[in-house]
Every structure is written in structure tokens, then in C-alpha cells.
Nanobody
């Protein structure tokens, strides 16, 4: 069973940057599309960005141009570089592997990102 551990969140002022990491156990990480999701208080979890096994990426319109997703298959890790952060980026951030309309693995604990104005 793959386990996901997110880290790198914190409190930052608007305009600041954070780099999130998601470490996955297991030896088959490289074949999966991986994605970052976020859930703000009182809102549904939303897809922020995804990266294919071959490296192609996509982003939600709300983060395009500010966030960059990347992966290191040798380290079984996916990253999310977040720049020009806004208060509306405040949420718990999670990673997972999208599968159809769902996801492949149990959710990790997430990492809290708080952006102050």
C-alpha cells in the first residue's frame, strides 16, 4: 500500500513563496500521474496541478503562472513550488494519483498553507 507524506507548508505573507513536497512509498511511483489538491475551510477539495509520468503538466486557472509542479522519480517525490501566494491560496494541500474521477491511494495528512494579507 502506497503511503503519501506531504510537507513544506507554513505561514507566509501575501506575495511570498513556499515549496511543498510529497514523498510516496513504493517502487511504482514513476508510472503514476501525480497531482496536488487543496481544501480550504468549508470548501470541497479541488485539483491544483497534475504531472504525468512523462513530465507533462497542467494547472488550475487560479494558479497558472504562479505554481510549478515537478517530480523526482528517483526519490519518489513530487513538488509544488508556489510563488506570488495570495490569501485565497490558504488551504490544506494534499497529493495523490488521480484515477478516473477519483484517486489511487489513501490520503495523507496534508500540509497546511496559510497566506496572510
Amino acid at each position: 500500500q502506497v503511503q503519501l507524506v506531504e510537507s513544506g507548508g507554513g505561514l507566509v505573507q501575501a506575495g511570498g513563496s513556499l515549496r511543498l513536497s510529497c514523498a510516496a512509498s513504493g517502487s511504482i511511483f514513476s508510472i503514476y500521474t501525480m497531482a496536488w489538491y487543496r481544501q480550504a475551510p468549508g470548501k470541497q477539495r479541488e485539483l491544483v496541478s497534475a504531472i504525468l509520468s512523462g513530465g507533462g503538466t497542467n494547472y488550475a486557472d487560479s494558479v497558472k503562472g504562479r505554481f510549478t509542479i515537478s517530480r523526482d522519480n528517483a526519490r519518489n517525490t513530487v513538488y509544488l513550488q508556489m510563488n506570488s501566494l495570495k490569501p485565497e491560496d490558504t488551504a490544506v494541500y494534499y497529493c495523490n494519483a488521480p484515477y478516473g474521477s477519483g484517486w489511487s491511494f489513501p490520503w495523507g495528512q496534508g500540509t497546511q498553507v496559510t497566506v496572510s494579507s
